[in-house]
């Protein structure tokens, strides 16, 4: 097939031509659909539902250790509970502090208690004269929100097929004492579908820090998000804790993770797990912030998830959902953009999105082509730091909220989009 790129202006005249009359009768449909954020669909939200019946006036209301969870207190969590999120977190319940219903609450509250009164013995971040954060790209727009929130100054870093090029931040993190932290999502990664190698686990845990209070901040938000049966083996991750204790850095790291997107979002539970020495610095920075959070919520999604077992089977349901919506998107960019050269994505095996590059210059053009034909996306930009993506290249595609046909109509707009902003950038030259 010739690209794009190879064909004569006679010819993509021609193509524009037909497009621009598709474009029209899409629009002329007048359709409303959402492609915006990586949500649940309704039918993986009922799949939770018999969790808001375990607790009623006639359940015991007590945890395992007697604790009377309609009460105050257990500030770190319930032990059940600790022991549940530990599974999620590759750690042990005692490194485990059990929050309410946001890891990306935990996650501004840790940036917080550093900002404000240090961590490890060293400075508050607020009292040096600049902060810096290694941020790979196409990342997560929430977390770059965070440290944008701090004035904290990003540094893009691009992302490979295993994980963020970690010559660049080898580099950056030993040539800097204000580079303080890294935001990593390292199973299935916010956009682009990526699980993290040993090897690059590894040589953060053990790569030279100009600054001794360096941070991981390790957003575990996908850990038993697997599409496919054979996901959990296949794409098994190294744990950031145990990378660390071997190279002898033990308190590098933060892990966060939630049932945001495993029960209801909003009204899940999340937690946090670090180093013995970490946990109780954060510990005591919280008690005068909280006497504890929703023992009620913690105990019910105990007695509905159970375990880890219990977890990985309603995962499997999850899974059964959203997994031919992601075959559909992966089918309907294949069928109309392959060998066109103006296209790539990703093929992701868990998690919640494609990652998609456009024709560079033409991100913006695609996404707003789309908005005016009714199909709503994530802004381009979003998957970079201060939503400037310097190549205008990155699209996030999220397949999971819309029902199958609304996906599969969807998708027809975002392909046609695509096509359309492509040619208009070409016959621009």
């Known amino acids: ?81 600790k022991a549940l999120m530990a599974t999620l977190l590759d750690d ?12 990306l609450s935990i996650m501004y509250d840790t940036v917080m208690r550093c900002w404000t009164f240090g961590t490890g013995g060293h400075a508050p971040w607020c009292t040096l004269p600049a902060v810096k954060w290694i941020c790979p790209v196409p990342g997560y727009d929430r977390h770059f929100g965070v440290t944008e929130a701090f004035g904290i100054e990003m540094i893009p870093v691009a992302m490979n097929d295993d ?63 697997h599409l496919f049966d054979d996901a959990a083996q296949q794409d098994a991750l190294l744990d950031i804790g145990v990378a660390c204790q071997e190279a002898g850095t033990p308190d590098r790291y933060f892990k966060f993770a939630s049932t945001s997107k495993i029960t209801f979002p909003g009204a899940g539970i999340a937690a946090f797990a670090a180093s013995p020495a970490n946990v109780a610095e954060t510990k005591r920075l919280m008690g005068p912030q909280t006497i504890g959070h929703d023992k009620l919520n913690q105990l019910r999604h105990v007695r509905f998830l159970k375990d880890a077992e219990g977890i990985a089977a309603h995962m499997r349901a999850h899974a059964a959902i959203i997994r031919p919506k992601f075959e559909l998107v992966a089918r309907k960019l294949s069928e109309g953009l392959a060998g066109t050269g103006i296209g790539s994505w990703s093929n992701p095996r868990g998690g919640y999105f494609v990652s998609f590059d456009a024709l560079e210059g033409t991100a913006s053009r695609t996404v707003t082509l789309a908005k005016e034909a009714g199909v709503v996306m994530t802004g381009a930009g979003a998957t970079w730091p201060y939503k400037r993506d310097p190549h205008d290249s990155n699209i996030r595609i999220a397949p999971t909220l819309p029902p199958l046909e609304e996906l599969d109509e969807a998708m027809d707009v975002f392909v046609c989009c695509v096509k359309l902003a492509a040619v208009e950038k070409l016959l621009e030259a």
């Open 1 to 81: 097939m010739t690209t794009y790129h190879e064909m004569p202006r006679a010819e993509l005249e021609g193509i524009k031509a037909r497009l621009d009359e598709e474009y029209a009768a899409i629009k002329a449909k007048g359709l409303a659909l959402n492609m915006a954020r990586g949500k649940p669909s309704s039918a993986q939200l009922d799949l939770s539902l018999p969790l808001l019946d375990i607790l009623d006036s006639k359940a015991d209301l007590h945890a395992a250790d007697g604790t009377d969870c309609r009460n105050y207190g257990v500030v770190d969590g319930l032990p059940e509970a």
């Open 163 to 225: 994980g963020p090029d970690m010559d660049e931040v080898e580099r950056l993190a030993a040539s800097d004492a204000s580079v303080k932290g890294i935001w990593c999502v390292p199973k299935y990664s916010n956009p682009g579908g990526v699980t993290y190698s040993d090897e690059v686990v590894r040589r953060l845990a053990s790569m030279e820090c100009a600054a001794e209070d360096f941070r991981i901040f390790w957003d575990n938000a996908y850990c038993v998000h």
């Open 92 to 103: 042990t319940p005692e490194n485990v502090i059990v929050f309410g219903n946001s890891s």
